[in-house]
């Protein structure tokens, strides 16, 4: 149950910013890595877990929610238990993040800092700012910019114009996959009070901003080679567009479950296209 609770399936969106800022540095070692990847996923299974929890004790999670196992909501962990996960996946992105800025800068340290303090409190404090309807920018910037220029910063030492452009991609893809999320959803946010941006901007126009996000961050790499920002091995990524038309087409008429696999299918959209960016790079 503690791995259904971690939400394995989405793990790639923290794994493949990692990849890809890695790709974009000018020279990388094996040990760092390492290192930036078990940042990536302790903040991610911690921000789930405390998820889980947070959602579990307000009464956000009900039995109507469709999706991922609920912990804490079902009674298959105590709340406590769930907490001390949380806790512990932060544990090891801190611990991993400390040799790493050892290894690197200081500075990381700041930027972890922030990190695990925005995944705390996406859900949980007083005034959880996913219920203010800042979860989409969250996850722009901590699964993309920080994720992918970061992971370039750790490696290098700087950040340099491609390494930009990938994390900006890497972010609206992240973006699309809690778009997707939350569009799914919206009946049981509403019902609950919880105001995400897709319960405040509504059906429809969640929708078309999950297409736009898809659209923007695909077409970024051609932007980028065509103003000289971005090597023409970048190109590459553009073979995800055939897997982003599946999921941009259902969107537009799925319900309820029907949604899950749009989830799901931005996930895989969202690891090919930055695998083949990845490789893109590394060719280059």
Same mark, same amino acid.
Request: proline content about 5%.
């Given at each position: 149950?503690?791995?259904?609770?971690?939400?394995?399936r989405?793990l790639?969106? /923290?794994v493949?910013p #990692?990849i890809? /800022?890695?790709?974009?540095?000018e020279?990388? !070692?094996a040990?760092?890595?390492? /290192?930036c990847l078990?940042?990536?996923l302790?903040l991610q299974i911690?921000? $789930?877990?405390? $998820?889980?929890?947070?959602?579990?004790?307000?009464g #956000?999670?009900t039995?109507?929610r469709? /999706?991922p196992?609920?912990?804490?909501a079902?009674?298959?962990?105590s709340?406590?238990?769930?907490a001390t996960?949380?806790?512990?996946? *932060?544990?090891v992105?801190g611990?991993?993040?400390l040799?790493?800025?050892?290894?690197?800068?200081?500075?990381?340290?700041? %930027?972890g800092? &922030?990190?695990i303090?925005a995944?705390?409190?996406?859900?949980?404090?007083?005034?959880?700012? @996913?219920?203010?309807?800042?979860?989409?920018?969250?996850? %722009?910037? *901590?699964f993309g910019?920080l994720?992918?220029?970061g !992971?370039?910063?750790?490696?290098?030492?700087?950040?340099?114009p491609r390494?930009?452009?990938?994390?900006?991609?890497?972010?609206?893809?992240?973006v699309?996959?809690?778009?997707?999320n $939350?569009?799914?959803d919206i009946?049981?946010?509403?019902?609950?009070?919880?105001?995400?941006?897709a &319960?405040?901007?509504g059906d429809q126009?969640?929708?078309a901003?999950y297409?736009a996000v898809?659209?923007?961050?695909?077409?970024?790499? =051609?932007l980028?080679w065509? &103003?000289?920002?971005m090597? @023409?091995?970048?190109? =590459?990524?553009? +073979?995800?567009?055939?897997? +982003?038309?599946?999921?941009?087409k !259902?969107?537009g008429?799925a319900?309820?479950?029907?949604?899950?696999r749009v989830? =799901?299918?931005?996930v895989?959209?969202?690891?090919? %296209?930055g695998? *083949? =960016?990845?490789?893109g790079?590394?060719?280059?």
């Amino acid at each position: 149950m503690w791995v259904l609770g971690a939400r394995p399936r989405t793990l790639g969106v /923290g794994v493949t910013p #990692v990849i890809v /800022g890695t790709a974009a540095a000018e020279h990388a !070692t094996a040990l760092r890595t390492i /290192g930036c990847l078990l940042v990536a996923l302790g903040l991610q299974i911690g921000v $789930n877990y405390a $998820n889980d929890y947070s959602d579990g004790k307000r009464g #956000v999670d009900t039995a109507a929610r469709v /999706g991922p196992v609920r912990l804490t909501a079902t009674g298959l962990k105590s709340p406590r238990a769930v907490a001390t996960a949380a806790l512990m996946s *932060f544990a090891v992105a801190g611990v991993a993040g400390l040799l790493l800025a050892r290894a690197s800068s200081w500075w990381l340290l700041v %930027f972890g800092a &922030v990190a695990i303090l925005a995944a705390v409190l996406y859900s949980g404090g007083p005034k959880p700012y @996913a219920s203010a309807g800042l979860g989409e920018l969250s996850v %722009f910037l *901590f699964f993309g910019l920080l994720a992918t220029a970061g !992971t370039t910063y750790a490696q290098a030492g700087h950040i340099g114009p491609r390494a930009w452009w990938s994390a900006v991609s890497m972010g609206l893809l992240a973006v699309a996959v809690l778009v997707a999320n $939350n569009l799914r959803d919206i009946p049981t946010d509403t019902a609950v009070g919880k105001r995400t941006l897709a &319960v405040r901007i509504g059906d429809q126009a969640t929708r078309a901003l999950y297409r736009a996000v898809i659209a923007a961050a695909l077409i970024l790499p =051609l932007l980028g080679w065509l &103003v000289g920002q971005m090597p @023409a091995g970048a190109l =590459l990524a553009l +073979a995800a567009i055939p897997l +982003a038309a599946g999921p941009m087409k !259902t969107v537009g008429y799925a319900r309820g479950p029907e949604l899950v696999r749009v989830l =799901l299918g931005t996930v895989l959209m969202l690891v090919q %296209f930055g695998v *083949f =960016l990845a490789i893109g790079l590394w060719l280059s």
